[in-house]
C-alpha cells in the first residue's frame, strides 16, 4: 500500500519541479516530512547531505534516498525498500519525460510565444522562493541543536556561515564543503 | 581511445546497401548514448548543473551529435520544462538522436550509477547511523546542508532576473510554504496561471529568455 502511495507522491513530486534539484528538495519535504510524516527532518537533513555528496542528478539521489526510507521507517523489509527506492525514482522521471517528448516538437517551433515565455519567466522567479522556503523550513533544531549560547548551537551557527559564504562568494563545491562540516563535527563533538 | 567522426556518415552509406548494417549502426548509436550519459551521470557531483559542462564536452565537442547553439536550445528547453534537470536534457538528446528508444538509453545510463550507489549507502547507512562518531560528523554536516541549499537563492535569483518590481513574487511564494505550510504545488499552479495572464495582458513585453542559464 505505501509503495502505491509512494509511486502516486512522486509522480506529483515530479510534473511540479520547475527549476532543478533544489525546488525539487521543497515539494519532496513538503510531501515527505510534513504531510506524510514518513520520516523526521533530521533524517531528510541527513538523506539531503548523502545525496548532494554521491555522484548523478541531486532530485534523482534524494527520491531514491527518501523512497527507500520511507519504505523501510514503515516497517518493512529491506527489499520493499529497494523496491520503494526504484518505484519513486521511476515515478519522479515518468510525467517529466513523456511531457519533454510531447513538447518536444512544439515548443521547439513556437519559443518566442510570448505567453508561454511570460509564464516561464513567472515560475522561474516563483521557484527563488520554493528553494528560500526549503532552506527555512531546515533551520532548526533539528539541524542547529537548542537555540542559546552552548556548544553545538554555536558551532553549528558557526558553520552555517562559513558554509554560506564559501558556497555563495567562491562557489566552493559542495562535497568539498560537507566533508569539511563533517570533519570539524567530528573534532568538535568527540574530544 | 581512438574514435572515428566520420563513422556515422560511413555507416549511413552502407546502411542503403546492406539491411543487416543497419542493426549494426543502431545498437552502436544506442550503445554510444547509454555509454555518454553513463559517463555523465557516474562523474559527476552535485547535480544537474555541474553536469553541463561536462554533457557539453561529450555531447557537442567529442561524440559531434549536436552544434553548440543546438545544445544551448536544448539546455534552456530542458530549464523550462518540469522535472530533473539531467534527466530532461537526456530526454531531449536521446529523442533527437534515436527515437523513443535513444531516449531510454540516455535516461538509463545517466540514473544508473546514482541510483545503484544511493542503494547501496541507503542500506547500510542504517547501521552507521547510530554510531556516536558518525553522529558527530553529521551534527556538523547539517547546518552546512542547510547553507548549500540557502546559498544559491541569490544566484538563481540574478539569472531568474528577480527586480525590486518583482521580488514579491519570490517572498511571497517563500512564505507562503514556510509559514501557513501551503503546499509548493499550489504556489507552482498559482505562479503559472499568473505569468499565462500576464503574457496575454502584456502581449510581446516579456523579454526573450535566450541567455537564461
Known amino acids: 500500500m505505501i509503495l502505491l502511495r509512494l509511486f502516486w507522491i512522486f509522480l506529483k513530486i515530479g510534473i ?39 555522484p548523478g542528478p541531486v532530485g534523482i539521489n534524494t527520491a531514491t534516498y527518501a523512497g527507500y ?41 513556437h519559443r518566442d510565444n ?58 566552493t563545491s559542495p562535497i568539498i564543503l560537507i566533508l569539511a562540516c563533517g570533519f570539524v563535527g567530528w573534532i568538535a563533538y568527540s574530544f | 581511445m581512438y574514435y572515428d567522426k566520420n563513422i556515422f556518415i560511413k555507416v549511413q552509406l552502407k546502411r542503403k546497401q546492406n539491411v543487416n548494417k543497419r542493426k549494426t549502426f543502431a545498437s552502436l548509436m544506442y550503445r554510444q548514448l547509454f555509454v ?19 554533457m557539453e564536452r561529450e555531447v557537442v565537442d567529442r561524440r559531434k551529435w549536436l552544434t553548440r547553439e543546438e545544445f544551448m536550445d536544448y539546455l534552456s528547453l530542458s530549464q523550462a520544462m518540469p522535472g530533473v534537470f539531467a534527466v530532461n536534457m537526456a530526454t531531449c538528446l536521446g529523442r533527437r538522436l534515436g527515437g523513443f528508444r535513444g531516449v531510454v538509453c540516455a535516461i538509463a545510463g545517466n540514473i544508473l550509477m546514482p541510483i545503484v550507489l544511493i542503494l547501496l549507502l541507503a542500506v547500510f547507512f542504517r547501521y552507521f547511523r547510530d554510531n556516536e562518531v558518525v553522529e558527530h560528523i553529521f551534527m556538523g554536516i547539517r547546518p552546512a546542508v542547510v547553507a548549500l541549499i540557502a546559498a544559491p537563492v541569490f544566484r538563481l535569483a540574478q539569472s531568474a532576473k528577480v527586480s525590486w518590481s518583482n521580488c514579491w513574487i519570490p517572498v511571497v511564494a517563500a512564505l507562503l510554504i514556510w509559514i501557513w505550510g501551503v503546499s509548493p504545488v499550489w504556489v507552482i499552479l ?24
Not at chain 1, 22 to 28: D, E, G, N, R
Not at chain 1, 30 to 43: P, R, S, Y
Not at chain 1, 72 to 93: D, E, K, M, T
Open chain 1, 16 to 54: 511540479f519541479t520547475f527549476g532543478g534539484g533544489y525546488s525539487m528538495i521543497a515539494l519532496i519535504q513538503n510531501e515527505v516530512v510534513e504531510k506524510q510524516g514518513w520520516m523526521t527532518a533530521q533524517e531528510f537533513t541527513d538523506i539531503l547531505a548523502i545525496s548532494q555528496m554521491t
Open chain 1, 69 to 109: 526510507t520511507a519504505v523501510v521507517n514503515a516497517g518493512l523489509p529491506a527489499w520493499q525498500g529497494v523496491a520503494g527506492s526504484l518505484i519513486a525514482s521511476f515515478a519522479v522521471i515518468l510525467l517529466p519525460v513523456i511531457a519533454m517528448t510531447l513538447v518536444y516538437n512544439y515548443l521547439s517551433k
Open chain 1, 114 to 171: 510570448p505567453v508561454i515565455n511570460s509564464m516561464f519567466r513567472v515560475l522561474r522567479i516563483t521557484v527563488v522562493g520554493l528553494i528560500a522556503a526549503a532552506a527555512l523550513l531546515l533551520l532548526g533544531e533539528e539541524s542547529f541543536g537548542v537555540p542559546g549560547f552552548n556548544k553545538q548551537f554555536v558551532i553549528s551557527v558557526l558553520l552555517f556561515v562559513g558554509a554560506f559564504y564559501l558556497s555563495w562568494r567562491h562557489k
Open chain 2, 36 to 54: 555518454s550519459f553513463w559517463k555523465i551521470g557516474a562523474f559527476t557531483i552535485g547535480g544537474g548543473y555541474v553536469m553541463i559542462p561536462l
Open chain 2, 190 to 213: 498559482a505562479a503559472m496561471a499568473g505569468g499565462l495572464v500576464y503574457g496575454k495582458v502584456k502581449g510581446d513585453v516579456a523579454p526573450k529568455n535566450k541567455e537564461a542559464r
